[in-house]
T-cell receptor, first 114, second 112 residues
């Protein structure tokens, strides 16, 4: 079945450590996104990529990094520079083109900093 | 600026209708969306409406769009316990790239 797979589902990290969240899609979508979700807040865009080898910062990119070496994969690294990394992280993809196509979401990764 | 606002909570009795409201700011949004999130899961698209429409109905769901007031609503008829979830309104950002702006989500609680 086509879809988006995020891993791990739960992750614990000690302060000062970098962690990488995986996002893989087999939908052949050009665009991929990382959102952060905090209680009582909407989804906030961290990074997005419209094509392979290209990505742009979203609204809250500080303390995060991404890569897009393959169309299927868009991993997110939460670095030690991110001041408040405990959150629920959602990866999404959609077909290309402006203002078209639904976003397909993964099941999310919950990161907790101890 | 870009902003989508929703009330945070709604409680309804099983069998009643639920109405979730949303206001948005980008008058040039092409599409407006409603997503549903169940506990611990990602978001799933429920329905969407194109900006040149006033209403869209899909089984128990009715979307109303008032473009003049930038107001969007989602009505769920005959609300069931399985409808308990967080509902997100989103607008397509017209700023030249492919981006959705989400509201904070409305938590719908359905009680017997």
């Amino acid at each position: 079945d086509g879809g988006i797979t995020q891993s791990p589902k739960y992750l614990f990290r000690k302060e000062g450590q970098n962690v990488t969240l995986s996002c893989e899609q087999n939908l052949n979508h050009d665009a991929m996104y990382w959102y952060r979700q905090d209680p009582g807040q909407g989804l906030r865009l961290i990074y997005y990529s419209q094509i392979v080898n290209d990505f742009q910062k979203g609204d809250i990119a500080e303390g995060y990094s991404v890569s897009r070496e393959k169309k299927e994969s868009f991993p997110l690294t939460v670095t030690s520079a991110q001041k408040n990394p405990t959150a629920f992280y959602l990866c999404a993809s959609r077909t290309g083109g402006p203002n078209t196509g639904e976003l397909f979401f993964g099941e999310g990764s919950r990161l907790t900093v101890l | 600026g870009e902003d989508v606002e929703q009330s945070l909570f709604l409680s309804v009795r099983e069998g009643d209708s639920s109405v979730i409201n949303c206001t948005y700011t980008d008058s040039s949004s092409t599409y407006l969306y409603w997503y549903k999130q169940e506990p611990g899961a990602g978001l799933q698209l429920l329905t969407y409406i194109f900006s040149n429409m006033d209403m869209k109905q899909d089984q128990r769901l009715t979307v109303l769009l008032n473009k003049k007031d930038k107001h969007l609503s989602l009505r769920i008829a005959d609300t069931q316990t399985g409808d308990s979830a967080i509902y997100f309104c989103a607008e397509s950002f017209s700023g030249g790239y492919n981006k959705l702006i989400f509201g904070a989500g409305t938590r719908l609680a359905v009680h017997p």
